[in-house]
């Protein structure tokens, strides 16, 4: 069974840094590329980033980009995001999910909040 | 970007209903690249449909997808009491990936 196991929200100041880690298990993880999808509050998805099966590859959306950093320790069966100068719309759920075009799988997400 | 516009933006419906959910893309989808999920509060969203009409791995089969030009819907045969909840769009043919808004689909 896969799992998606999202860690490392919370609450950052505007400006501020946070890195999320999901640890995936149940399928060969080096076999796929990853993605991260936000959910603000009340609000529908967004597509956040991505990431092929080495790491060679990286995407983002442009609302993030310049700021996020999505990296993966295949070693560890671990995605991460660097999430720097965060701001007040960056506030969100964090959803690991495993592939890059559509997502059969999803965390439960981490919960990222950004206030003073 | 294809921006992604779901109608109607909430349908009020009796189990035992048909629903029919749209999907209008601003501009063509490479080859009808386009996903529909389904999210309930407090969960992670369920991917439905994917290739605009194949039913993903144990997906009952009340749910149907459909394309036509920039025109994609969902359809759910006969509403049970676990589909009301939001469901979304999405298109992964052209970067950056999009999704729609969501419909709600709740209980009349």
């Known amino acids: 069974e896969v799992q998606l196991l999202e860690s490392g929200g919370g609450l950052a100041q505007p400006g501020g840094s946070l890195r999320l880690s999901c640890a995936a298990s149940?399928?060969?993880?080096?076999?796929?590329?990853m993605t991260w999808v936000r959910q603000a509050p009340g609000k529908g998805l967004e597509w956040v980033s991505s990431?092929?099966?080495?790491?060679?590859?990286?995407y983002y959306a442009d609302s993030v980009k310049g700021r996020f950093t999505i990296s993966r320790d295949n070693s560890k069966d671990t995605l991460y995001l660097q999430m720097n100068s965060l701001r007040a719309e960056d506030t969100a759920l964090y959803y690991c999910?495993?592939?890059?075009?559509?997502?059969?799988?999803w965390g439960q997400g981490a919960l990222v909040t950004v206030s003073s | 970007e294809i921006v992604l516009t779901q109608s109607p933006g909430t349908l009020s419906l009796s189990p035992g209903e048909r629903a029919t959910l749209s999907c209008r893309a601003s501009?063509?989808?490479?080859?009808?690249?386009l996903a529909w999920y389904q999210q309930k509060p407090g969960q992670a969203p369920r991917l439905l449909i994917y290739g605009a009409a194949s039913r993903a791995t144990g997906i009952p089969d009340r749910f149907s997808g459909s394309a036509s030009g920039t025109d994609f819907t969902l359809t759910i045969s006969r509403l049970e009491p676990e589909d009301f909840a939001v469901y979304y769009c999405?298109?992964?043919?052209?970067?950056?990936?999009?999704f729609g808004q969501g419909t709600k689909v709740e209980i009349k």
């Open positions: 149940g399928f060969i993880f080096n076999n796929y590329a």
């Open positions: 999910a495993k592939d890059y075009r559509y997502y059969a799988s």
């Open positions: 501009q063509s989808v490479t080859s009808y690249y």
């Open positions: 990431i092929s099966t080495t790491g060679g590859g990286t």
């Open positions: 999405q298109q992964y043919g052209s970067s950056p990936w999009t």
